[in-house]
Nanobody, 113 residues
Framework: QVQLEESGPGLVKPSQTLSLTCTVSGDSIASNTGHWTWIRQPPGKGLEWIGKIFGSGSTSYTPSLKSRTSISRDTSKNQFTLQLNSVIPADTAVYYC?????WGQGTQVTVSS
């Protein structure tokens, strides 16, 4: 019932800003039970938690990325977004959005000149 879909650029240049959008159907991102989350998986590596936004609008981020990460939402569109500033090649990964145990299909992001 709940579906999430990531969208955004597949290629970003180093030092630029990555912006990804997660469009949610079947549930409201304003629900007080929501933990609307971004994770990523670099090639050949494990999953890395990036951060999340709660139904209240409060956010939480992994310390390693906090300084250049921002998660926001648009409740009228039932979307939440990931902004990652000053990207480097190590940010290359498949990025996923999800809530609890429901996840999108992922979107490949490559950071390269």
């Amino acid at each position: 019932q709940v579906q999430l879909e990531e969208s955004g650029p597949g290629l970003v240049k180093p030092s630029q800003t990555l912006s990804l959008t997660c469009t949610v159907s079947g549930d409201s991102i304003a629900s007080n039970t929501g933990h609307w989350t971004w994770i990523r998986q670099p090639p050949g590596k494990g999953l890395e938690w990036i951060g999340k936004i709660f139904g209240s609008g409060s956010t939480s981020y992994t310390p390693s990325l906090k300084s250049r990460t921002s998660i926001s939402r648009d409740t009228s569109k039932n979307q939440f977004t990931l902004q990652l500033n000053s990207v480097i090649p190590a940010d290359t990964a498949v990025y996923y959005c999800g809530n609890w145990d429901t996840w999108g299909q992922g979107t490949q992001v490559t950071v390269s000149s």
